[in-house]
T-cell receptor, first 113, second 112 residues
């Protein structure tokens, strides 16, 4: 079953606005990752945040992690049309003794020009 | 350029006709995996490999086989494809299973 649950499922905003997507999970994690997927293409790794980190930045991306609430958020500032994509969180968990990544179902982000 | 290469990108075939989707990575990664992506179900892991000759089942392994004879290659085999295996398939590699994954561009399979 999918551990990460993204919210909202879909988000549509105007170019230049900020976009915030959330991810909740159920069990303890070592790290949480965010990926982007352009339509029909492979996922691209954006950022990894470890369980002992609270915030991380990469260019226009800001990721926060609240382990007490078991949630993370991805903020994209000053959005551009090229940011239109689906965004997935992935959490690592141990399943039957193996360390694995579990992906959520994603947030579909549309940036309107 | 670091990349994961899948072939073919698109395939339409018929029930029962064996097919192989190839995956190759040039980053010397030990960990490789296969996922399928279906609307409403997200990305589900089919099989993964921690290293050469080491493979294990993911969440949805039924109807699939894999092999890892070389570090760079991790083919996905459908011995007798069925329509419920129509999906978008992704191969991924990483230095370790829980680290950043590098994905291929995907293979869209249609089984008629």
């Amino acid at each position: 079953s999918q551990q990460g649950e993204e919210d909202p499922q879909a988000l549509s905003i105007q170019e230049g606005e900020n976009a915030t997507m959330n991810c909740s999970y159920k069990t303890s994690i070592n790290n949480l990752q965010w990926y982007r997927q352009n339509s029909g293409r492979g996922l691209v790794h954006l950022i990894l945040i470890r369980s002992n980190e609270r915030e991380k930045h990469s260019g226009r991306l800001r990721v926060t992690l609240d382990t007490s609430k078991k949630s993370s958020s991805l903020l994209i500032t000053a959005s551009r049309a090229a940011d239109t994509a689906s965004y997935f969180c992935a959490t690592d968990r141990v399943i039957q003794g193996a360390q694995k990544l579990v992906f959520g179902q994603g947030t579909r982000l549309t940036i309107n020009p | 350029e670091a990349q994961v290469t899948q072939n073919p990108r698109y395939l339409i075939t018929v029930t029962g006709k064996k097919l192989t989707v190839t995956c190759s990575q040039n980053m010397n990664h030990e960990y490789m995996s296969w996922y399928r992506q279906d609307p409403g179900l997200g990305l589900r892991q089919i099989y993964y490999s921690m290293n050469v000759e080491v493979t294990d089942k993911g969440d949805v392994p039924e109807g699939y086989k894999v092999s890892r004879k070389e570090k760079r290659n991790f083919p996905l085999i459908l011995e007798s494809p069925s329509p419920n295996q129509t999906s978008l398939y992704f191969c991924a590699s990483s230095e370790q299973g829980r680290g950043p994954q590098h994905f291929g561009d995907g293979t869209r399979l249609s089984i008629l």
